[in-house]
């Protein structure tokens, strides 16, 4: 069918450079879905995958088109607050350096507080979906495939060479990224994925997800990240894909996110999982602490956690826990008990020190603000959250130094055992308590599968990532 003539020269006239800076060290699953909206549109664009390219932004040519020409729309990927913050800086200086001509559009989970926090932005788009995108680029949506029936379109992203890789049982393997699913059937309110899923989520087809592990394999990927926000969201439709893949790879390994309440309810599926080449389980424990568990509406227990741990060490699987120990409701007994809990059951391996220094954000419209007894203060578009600040300043200032250790200890490649070492005894000193002896094996250190990156999703960006811009 041939385009309506002003529709052919909409699209010649448009420029696109969509750019990301950081999605937990693996490829930018953002780029990919937009690549394929502009490619299927035979819209003119080039993409920047900032966390390898390490371009500062600070010059014209920084923000030209492969082709040399000026974008005339800037998509900024903000799939969690390290992006954003990130994103914040770069749609600042597009704005300052190319004016008015260029429209700023911030895209992913955040979209809506990076679109709060400055005025370079000039819109939001929260889910991928290549009508939405068409439409803000000002072309007719109605003819766009459905986004859930075309694959994202990773040719034009660096290598996986370039992102983390499987380090486990001292060999390294090239991972790929993929979801299966979008959204999340939960409501946990420390958390940004049901401010924009409300406690929905839908499955990605699975011939859909099978025909990009194909792609990722060909491309000499022998581990896949699930990386949707709960693989067991929908067990049966996990399962099914996890066999598909194993039967067409049966050498591809694979790690998921699966939260405590899954784990213990799908108790029969993790020896199959295991036999499918399941090598670690992220799982966000978030906390020891019962009742700081029950504010965010966690859904499991302490004694939870230690079940789950269990029962995924009898098959052999490893978990790798992600953290929230810093919220209005931490108090030095339920950080001294967090610790010591890492060490007594032997987790030190398998939590990357900055989950310890994590503190709660409080985005816009997240659902902690329903939770009675929490003191919030103002929106502060320098942090993207609401302030708050804990009952105990000392605490606070716990935080920091453990953030800092944390990243200085990945600066000096210090192992997790002495890191943690040292995180243990900051907490015990600024307490002014006496720090406890115990032993700690460092015979296992570096053995526990895990991703060469560490995990910085709720994390303020780390030197090194604004050191990449200038
Ligand atoms: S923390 Fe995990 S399980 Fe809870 S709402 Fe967020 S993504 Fe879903």
Redesign the pocket.
Known sequence: MTKPLNESSRKAQIKVLAVSTYELGHQPLVLARLASTFETAMIGYSICDNSVANRTFTNYDDFLLDDKTPPTHLFISVPMHTATQLGKTIANRARAILGNSVQIIAVGLYANVALAATSAFNTAIVSQESAKILDILGIDPTDASPTQSIPPDRTALPGLQNYAHLISGGEKKLSGYVETTIG?????K?????VVFH?KFKAVPSKLVIEQINQLYEEGARHITFGD??FL?GPAHALKIARAMHKAHPDMTFDA?V?VEHILEQREIWSEFKDLGLVFVVS?FEHTSDLILSKLG?GHTRSDIISALELLRVYGIEVRPSLMPFTPWTDRASLIDLIEFLFDYELLESVDPVQLSIRLLVPLESLILTVSDTEIGPWNSELLSYQWHSRDQTIDELQFELATIAEESQARELNAITTFTLMRDSIYRHFNLQIPLRETSSSSCGNKPRLSESWFCCAEPTRVQFDRLG
Do not use: E, I
């Open positions: 999340c059937a939960h409501l946990c420390h958390c940004p994925v049901p406690g926000p709960d969201n996110t939260k966000a966690k």
